[in-house]
């Protein structure tokens, strides 16, 4: 699998592209909904992994006792046309950044937590620049499929940092690749936010990496260039929010990009 999976998604999710899931990989880029505490997904450079606890339990979740039922990716027929990238802007401040993931998607997040984040109004503003639904005509740093399932948005960073959208370019192909694996595993794999249910997403996209979406998952190998790294590509799911929230919410708040694109790209890399 390649280092692109993994980023996308932070629900539970490990694979080849940049923005995977949350289950446990390196890059991850996915993960839970906005007001599900437990509900954390995440993807590294090559798996996905995601998982969502039940309401009052921590992010990491316990299995809930029930006997593991392994899911298989289907069969995916359809393109992935590239979702432009929202423009960077100072929407959060790094800090509250860095509070939204230890309150809602850290592993010791819980609903408690999470509710206290989101009930704040002054948070209102960072929280709808940091989460956006797949429905917006435009991505920001982690991007909600209607499954709950969240993916780091680490082909949108590339087309901004690197003017690398569209076509063949790496971050249409990321955004492609993350997409498909949505596609893939969201049908036949379990909702429920156990220990196991996260496990089966990741089994899932690791697996469509190598046959539903292989052909994307080829495309999206161009993250593992060492220039993204840092930059729009991270260790894991969490340096992933983190990195990608920065770029695409603080701009140019506590540290972070500053002076919009160019400016956020010279930030990432130091």
Known sequence: MRVGWTLGLMAGLCGGFA????????????????????????????????????????????????????????????????????????????????????????????????????????????IACMITPTTASAWGPIVEFPDKISYANAGGCMALAFADAGGAACGAAQGALIRCNNAACSLPCPKGGTANDVAEYNQCGQQAVMTTCAAEDQAASCVSDPAYTGVCVFANFEANFIGLGDFFCAAGSDGGVEGGVDGGVEAAAD
């Open 19 to 126: 923005g995977g899931a949350l289950a446990a990989c390196g890059n991850g880029s996915a993960g839970p909904g906005p007001a599900d505490a437990a509900s954390d997904a995440r993807v590294s450079d090559a798996h996905v992994d995601h998982g969502e606890p039940e309401s009052g339990d921590g992010a990491g979740g316990d299995d809930g006792g029930g006997d593991e039922v392994g899911c298989s990716p289907i069969a995916v027929d359809a393109s992935f046309p590239f979702i432009p990238p929202a423009a960077p802007r100072a929407s959060c401040t790094t800090t509250q950044v860095q509070s939204l993931w230890d309150s809602c998607w850290s592993a010791s997040a819980t609903s408690a937590t999470c509710g206290a984040f989101y009930g704040a109004p002054a948070n209102s503003t960072c």
